[in-house]
């Protein structure tokens, strides 16, 4: 299959890059990962989301979060990100505090890469060596934003040749998505496994009944399309292994979630495996989360070291 990930990028990040031009980097982004945290538990999801969605368009490179600027058409605009994807502002808020520090240094990409990894360590899960060294890219695509990030009713076979395209693997598809261990889907995605979903008015039959019941009070056949709803419905905020035991009971929230325990032997060996021991996925997880994060950087002297995430520097 066709893939872009280069192997010889993936060498030329380093958990050091920054250690002499901005030594305290790592640990300002943790303590503002923190805040953010304690104020809003759901931010620590969102920014994880933020980094998944840069790099499935076009690397890792922060194309993500560019804003519309003249012809630029911002990836904020595509069905995944629109009403949906947040926390800009602690991206921002972060960046700003990075650039008194180290100006011009430390890369959009990179902080990405970083909040992930904070934001799942202070939700309970698994840390690892952030490899960096990316730089931002001077373009957003929308287009590829609009092709390449599955959508919740996608069938296993088609986010499989997503992942694929990006150099990952049905190993690294089923831990990723683990991230659905915290954070919220709105009502619209998922309400077509509710209502009439193969045409006969029942609801989904991979999905529990009670669990279904308790779903439609909130969202309903039509209207509250934004009204929220946990991914993992026990553990919320925490950062465990959860999602697969929902997934084993039927109490997967997401159609493309439920799919991973009910379209193929393969993954459903995954996902049993995963809920009964969480410190194997946690150790997958930590190694998915470094490939994704290798996807395509921007190295050398190509791209730039934003000043500010949402424009280009000749924008500023
Ligand atoms: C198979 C591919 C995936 C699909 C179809 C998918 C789909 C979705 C959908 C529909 C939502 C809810 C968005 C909304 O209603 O506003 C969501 C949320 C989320 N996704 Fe995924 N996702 C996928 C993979 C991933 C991966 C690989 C990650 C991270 C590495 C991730 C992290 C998250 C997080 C943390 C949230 C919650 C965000 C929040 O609460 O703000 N997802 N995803
Ligand atoms: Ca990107
Ligand atoms: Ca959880």
Redesign the pocket.
Known sequence: YQTHQSTSSVASLSPQFYENSCPNAQAIVQSYVANAYFNDP????????L???DC?VNGCDASVLLDSSGTMESEKRSN?NR?????FEVIDEIKSALENECPETVSCADLLALV?RD?IVICGGPSWEVYLGRRDAREASLIGSMEN??????TLQT?LT??NFQGLDLTD?VA?????T?????????RQRLYNHTGNNDPDQTLNQDYASMLQQGCPISGND?N?FN?DYVTPTKFDNYYYKNLVNFRGL????EILFTQSIETMEMVKYYAENEGAFFEQFAK??VK?GNISPLTGTDGEIRRICRRVNHDV
């Open positions: 759901r931010m620590a999801a969102s920014i994880l989301r980094h998944f969605h499935f995944a009403d949906s994807a947040r926390g992930a934001s990030i599955p959508s919740p009713e996608s986010i997503m992942f598809l990723l998505l683990g991230s659905h915290i954070g919220n889907s709105r009502c619209i995605g998922f934004q929220l991914l997401l159609s493309s979630d998915s989360m994704m």
